[in-house]
């Protein structure tokens, strides 16, 4: 069966509207306050007050 009439571009739109991406939320290092995402470890390797993760820094060759 094919459509009575042309979908418009408002009407096609307006339906895809929630397939935008969504922005992703950083919370800052309170260490060395650099951008991070919330729950994870910082590149520092600062996670909490009681733990501090220790990272090997990558060498450059």
Excluded: F, W
């Excluded at 096609?12 to 397939?19: A, D, G, L, Y």
């Excluded at 992703?24 to 600062?46: D, I, R």
């Amino acid at each position: 069966m094919l459509p009575k009439k042309k979908t418009s571009k408002t009407r096609t739109r307006t339906r895809r509207s929630h397939h935008r991406l969504k922005a992703t939320n950083y919370s800052v290092c309170p260490k060395c306050s650099q951008a991070k995402l919330p729950h994870a470890a910082c590149e520092c390797g600062y996670l909490n007050p009681n733990i501090t993760l220790d990272i090997a820094k990558k060498e450059s060759s």
